[in-house]
Each structure stands twice: as structure tokens, then as C-alpha cells.
């Protein structure tokens, strides 16, 4: 009789228990083979409304619309000083005067060539007078009357000369006296009492005289890749750092066509004319422009990641997907607007303010609500595993 094998209660224990593991192991692979890695939960941001602006935005300086270099025509040294920096002057007002001391001497001169010229004149003509009647009874040959003709020709132009040398003095003399070609006001002052100017070669600049301070100009550099959305009309808001809680608005009065070339960076230089009645704003002034390409009130805007997210292998269009009442994913076709590169206008029927869409993954790792996107700081997301109460880009000023 043979005797039947029995297992011992802890080898039964032990192969129990491994059947178990087995199974569990099992069902482990199965109900996770289809979660994709590194991805736990979403994150969302949230659509708001507000007024949209797309901007191009340079530096420039202020200047004055027109300003005229007041200059020297003759040499000498300053006599009297009439204006100082900041004066306001009319047109003809007298700005300095040069040393007229040499000038009358030089007229004088002049005067004295005059009289000389005059009266060896009338002496030749005299002599003509008394030749020609013997000339023409021929007691003098053509040889001996020609020089005495002669004479008096040249002693014409002599005096014409005489005359000239004594208009040039009495020119130089009312040039010693320097006014004011336009009305407004002495923005620079180049010279003192005393000093000696010389117009030699090239005019001297004494006096800078701005025509209308009320009226002021930014020259500003546009780079190439956005002169193509800068028109003359256009309207502009600029500030300047004395007063960095001013904003002051101006438009585009000219752009020029002739390019700037810097490093290999192609500029163009943009004109903005702007108000100035306060009298805030100063020549030689660094103003930060913004140009209005683009204004919109009362429009619905999403972060650009809302668009860019996808389900799948799929592109998404103009879709943004937001969580329906069964807590899944469903697509929005909206139509989309202009975008300054964060935000995207939006419109459709079925999107409001308010709504969650959203924008990507947490990666492992990340901790619930905490931000991941490099939007998240600008825009003010709430991110989780479904809509928070998150708030999205408020209003534009």
C-alpha cells in the first residue's frame, strides 16, 4: 500500500501566496499599461476679457520741431551779450553785437576810396573834354586822344569799385549785429563778452534758437522687421524717465525712407510730433515709444498655450478644450484674432469670460497647483487635476 505525499501547511502558505502575487502583479500591468508617463494631471488657464493692444515699441529723443543755428558772417570779438540760455526772443531781437570799432574804420576808408575815385574821374573827364574837339580837326592823331578815352573808362570801373568796397564795409557793419531769424526761444548759447568769433571758412554757430517749445518732435529708430506697421497718422504713446508716471501721446508725423545701418541691424528713422503745453517735456529728453498697431475694448483673450494644446496625435486647429459636466475633455472651435505673442483674441459662440481651458501637463514631479508654464506668472493660472478658481489677464490699460 502506497503512502500518499502531503504538504506541509507552510509550503501551502508560501505557494498561496505567490499565486497572489502573481495575480496582483497582473492586474497591475494591465490597469496601467495605458497611462502616459509623466503626465498627472492638467494644467488650465483661465479665458478673460478685457481691451487688447498690440504695440511696437522703440526709444528715441525729443527735439524741438524747428530750431535755427545762429551764426556769424564776419570776424571780430564779442562786444555785448543781449540773451541768455532760456530766453524768449522775437524775430529781428538783437542777440549780441561784435566790436564795431574796426568796421567804421573799414567805412570810412571805403568813403575816402569813394571821393578819390570821384575826382580823378572828373579830372579825366575834363581832359577828354578839352582833346576831343582837337581830335576831331585832327590836331591830334587817333595814337594821342586814344589814352585820354582810355583813362576815362578806367576811371569809371575805379569808381564803381570805390563804390562796391564802400557797400561791402557798410554790410560788414550791420552784420556785427546779430538778431534772431525766427521767434522763440535761446535753447544754447555758444559764446561770452570778450570772446573772438571767426567766420573764415565756415559760419560759427553763437545762438540756437528753437522756434516753439510748445510743439515737440521724437526722432526714433523703427528696425526693419516692424516698419512695415508704422503709418503716418498713427497714433503713439510715449513716457520719459523725469516724469516716469506721465503718459504723454503723440503721432506719426514722417518716416523717412533712407536707412540706417548699424551692426548689420537695418533701421528707419520714424518722426512723432507731440503737444507740449505743460512744458514738461525738454529737448535731448529719452523717450520710450509705444506705437499702436492694434486696440480692441471688451474682447475675450486666452494664453497662446491654450492653442497650441492637443489631444493625442492630433493638431487641434482653432480648438480649445475645456472640461464638460462629465469632468472630460471636449474641443471648442473658435475663431481666432490678433496676438502679441502671450495672448490670443478669441471669439465663438460657445466661449466666456471665465472659462477654463487647457494649456498643457504637469510633468512628474510637479507638485498640484504649482506652476510649470512661463505664462503662469504673467497671466495668473490656476493649475490641478480640473478648473480652480484661477484668474486669468485682466484688462489692459
Known amino acids: 500500500?502506497?503512502?500518499?505525499?502531503?504538504?506541509?501547511?507552510?509550503?501551502?502558505?508560501?505557494?498561496?501566496?505567490?499565486?497572489?502575487?502573481?495575480?496582483?502583479?497582473?492586474?497591475?500591468?494591465?490597469?496601467?499599461?495605458?497611462?502616459?508617463?509623466?503626465?498627472?494631471?492638467?494644467?488650465?488657464?483661465?479665458?478673460?476679457?478685457?481691451?487688447?493692444?498690440?504695440?511696437?515699441?522703440?526709444?528715441?529723443?525729443?527735439?524741438?520741431?524747428?530750431?535755427?543755428?545762429?551764426?556769424?558772417?564776419?570776424?571780430?570779438?564779442?562786444?555785448?551779450?543781449?540773451?541768455d540760455y532760456n530766453d524768449t526772443v522775437k524775430e529781428g531781437d538783437i542777440l549780441a553785437v561784435l566790436d564795431q570799432s574796426l568796421f567804421k574804420v573799414a567805412i570810412k576808408n571805403a568813403k575816402a576810396g569813394l571821393l578819390r575815385a570821384r575826382a580823378e574821374l572828373k579830372q579825366a573827364e575834363d581832359e577828354y573834354t578839352r582833346n576831343k574837339p582837337l581830335y576831331e580837326k585832327g590836331f591830334l592823331s587817333e595814337q594821342e586822344f586814344l589814352p585820354v578815352e582810355t583813362e576815362v573808362a578806367t576811371l569809371k570801373a575805379s569808381l564803381l569799385s570805390a563804390q562796391a568796397t564802400l557797400e561791402q564795409a557798410e554790410i560788414d557793419l550791420e552784420h556785427t549785429v546779430i538778431s534772431s531769424p525766427i521767434e522763440g526761444t535761446v535753447i544754447d548759447r555758444s559764446v561770452d563778452a570778450g570772446q573772438t568769433v571767426a567766420a573764415s571758412l565756415?559760419?560759427?554757430?553763437?545762438?540756437?534758437?528753437?522756434?516753439?517749445?510748445?510743439?515737440?518732435?521724437?526722432?526714433?529708430?523703427?528696425?526693419?522687421?516692424?516698419?512695415g506697421r508704422i503709418q503716418k497718422g498713427q497714433q503713439v504713446r510715449f513716457s520719459v524717465q523725469s516724469y516716469a508716471e506721465e503718459t504723454f501721446t503723440g503721432t506719426v508725423r514722417q518716416i523717412r525712407l533712407q536707412p540706417e545701418t548699424v551692426d548689420n541691424v537695418v533701421t528707419y528713422t520714424v518722426i512723432?510730433?507731440?503737444?507740449?503745453?505743460?512744458?514738461?517735456?525738454?529737448?535731448?529728453?529719452?523717450?520710450?515709444?509705444?506705437?499702436?498697431?492694434?486696440?480692441?475694448?471688451?474682447?475675450?483673450?486666452?494664453?497662446?498655450?491654450?492653442?497650441?494644446?492637443?489631444?493625442?496625435?492630433?493638431?487641434?486647429?482653432?480648438?480649445?478644450?475645456?472640461l464638460d459636466n462629465e469632468g472630460k475633455l471636449e474641443g471648442m472651435q473658435v475663431e481666432i484674432g490678433r496676438s502679441d505673442g502671450l495672448v490670443t483674441v478669441v471669439t465663438g459662440k460657445d466661449i466666456v469670460d471665465g472659462m477654463q481651458v487647457a494649456i498643457g501637463f504637469e510633468k512628474s514631479g510637479e507638485k498640484a497647483g504649482e506652476e510649470g508654464f512661463s505664462l503662469s506668472s504673467l497671466l495668473g493660472k490656476t493649475m490641478g487635476q480640473g478648473p480652480g478658481p484661477g484668474q486669468g489677464p485682466g484688462p489692459r490699460p
Open 1 to 83: 500500500m502506497k503512502r500518499k505525499s502531503r504538504l506541509s501547511p507552510r509550503k501551502r502558505s508560501v505557494i498561496v501566496f505567490a499565486v497572489f502575487s502573481i495575480l496582483f502583479f497582473g492586474w497591475y500591468v494591465l490597469a496601467h499599461q495605458n497611462v502616459p508617463k509623466q503626465r498627472t494631471a492638467l494644467k488650465y488657464a483661465e479665458v478673460s476679457r478685457g481691451n487688447f493692444e498690440l504695440v511696437v515699441s522703440s526709444t528715441g529723443t525729443l527735439a524741438a520741431v524747428e530750431t535755427v543755428e545762429v551764426g556769424t558772417q564776419v570776424s571780430g570779438t564779442i562786444d555785448k551779450l543781449m540773451v
Open 202 to 227: 565756415s559760419t560759427p554757430t553763437l545762438f540756437l534758437v528753437a522756434r516753439d517749445l510748445s510743439h515737440m518732435q521724437i526722432e526714433t529708430n523703427v528696425d526693419e522687421t516692424d516698419i
Open 272 to 322: 512723432v510730433e507731440a503737444a507740449n503745453e505743460a512744458g514738461l517735456l525738454l529737448p535731448g529728453m529719452t523717450a520710450t515709444v509705444d506705437f499702436i498697431v492694434h486696440d480692441a475694448e471688451d474682447v475675450l483673450f486666452v494664453p497662446v498655450a491654450a492653442l497650441q494644446f492637443k489631444m493625442g496625435n492630433k493638431e487641434n486647429g482653432n480648438q480649445l478644450f475645456c
